[in-house]
C-alpha cells in the first residue's frame, strides 16, 4: 500500500497454512512496506510450506507453535525477545472447528468440539495477547480475523460463528486493557475468500455467489483487498482505531438479504 512505511518494524504472523490464506494476503502487504516478519506454524507438517513460501522474505523467522500448547507459545514469545526484543504488531489467523461439526445441526455440537472451537479459534487470541504484552512496542497493534456470522446466522457455519463472536467480544476486552499502553488490538471482517479452509465449510459455493449477487459492489473482495485492511490497521495511519470490527466484504453486511441454506 502506497504511503505506508514499516522499515524496521517487527511483526508476528501466525496461522499462515499457504499462499491463499488470509494471513499470509496481510504478511505479503507488511513486507511490501518494509516490515520484517516472524511467522508461527502449527506443526511439523507445515513447515516446509511455510519455508517455501517466505524464502524470498529477508531474515525472516520461523517458529512452530501450537497455541493449545502453553510451553510452546511462551518459547515462542522467548525466541522472540532473543531475536528482535520487542515486536510492533501480530496477525492472529488462526481458527479451527472439526469438520463434523460444520456438517450437520448447531444443536447437535458435542462439548469437545464447542471446546475445541472456542479454544482454538477464540481463547487463542487471549493467551497471544497475554505472552505478547511485555514485547509490544507503544504504537503496537494486534489484528485477528472474524467473519460475518459472528453477528448473523449463516447457516452451516455453525460452532465456528460462535467462536467468531467469542473472538469479537475479546478483541474489544483486549482493546480496552491494553489501551493505556497505546496498543491497539482490531478485527478485519472478511467477505468469503477462495481459501481452503473456506472450501471444507458446506456450502460455500452457494455462499460465496450469494455474496457477490447480494454485495453493492456486486463481486466478491479480493485477497490483496483484506491485505490491504490488514496492513492499515497495524500501521500508524490507524493509530487512533481500537477495539472495532471493520469489515471488508464488498458492503455485504449493510444489506438486509438471506443466505443460502447450503448445497
Known amino acids: 500500500m502506497i504511503g505506508i512505511d514499516l522499515q524496521d518494524k517487527k511483526f508476528l504472523v501466525m496461522g499462515v497454512a499457504n499462499k491463499r490464506s488470509l494471513g499470509w494476503a496481510i504478511a ?22 511455510l519455508e517455501k513460501l517466505t524464502t524470498d522474505i529477508p531474515d525472516r523467522i520461523l517458529f512452530q507453535c501450537d497455541v493449545g500448547r502453553e510451553e510452546e507459545l511462551a518459547g515462542m514469545f522467548r525466541g522472540i525477545r532473543e531475536k528482535w526484543g520487542s515486536l510492533d504488531g501480530i496477525v492472529h489467523a488462526i481458527a479451527f472447528a472439526p469438520r463434523q461439526s460444520m456438517e450437520g445441526r448447531y444443536i447437535e455440537t458435542t462439548r ?3 471446546l475445541a ?21 507503544q504504537g503496537a497493534g494486534i489484528v485477528t480475523l472474524s467473519y460475518y456470522a459472528a453477528e448473523k446466522v449463516v447457516p452451516k457455519y455453525n460452532v465456528m460463528a460462535i467462536a467468531k463472536s467469542a473472538l469479537e467480544a475479546s478483541v474489544r476486552y483486549l482493546a480496552y486493557e491494553l489501551g493505556h499502553k497505546e496498543i491497539r488490538v482490531n478485527a478485519v471482517s472478511a467477505g468469503p475468500a477462495r481459501t481452503v479452509a473456506a472450501r471444507s ?14 454485495a453493492p459492489l456486486g463481486r466478491n473482495i479480493t ?21 472495532e470490527v471493520v ?12 443466505l443460502p441454506s447450503g448445497s
Open 28 to 49: 505479503d502487504q507488511l513486507r511490501e512496506a518494509g516490515a520484517q516478519l516472524a511467522f508461527s506454524y502449527q506443526a511439523e507438517r507445515l513447515q516446509g510450506e
Open 112 to 114: 469437545d468440539d464447542w
Open 223 to 243: 485477497h490483496e483487498e483484506v491485505g490491504q485492511l490488514g496492513l492499515f490497521l497495524l500501521s500508524p495511519l490507524a493509530s487512533g482505531i481500537t477495539g
Open 117 to 137: 472451537a472456542l479454544e482454538v479459534s477464540a481463547y487463542s487470541l487471549v493467551s497471544v495477547a497475554r505472552y505478547a504484552e511485555p514485547l509490544l512496542n
Open 247 to 258: 469489515y471488508v466484504d464488498a458492503g455485504f453486511h449493510i444489506m438486509g438479504m438471506d
Open 201 to 214: 465449510i458446506p456450502g460455500f459455493v452457494s455462499l460465496f455467489k450469494r455474496f457477490a449477487e447480494v
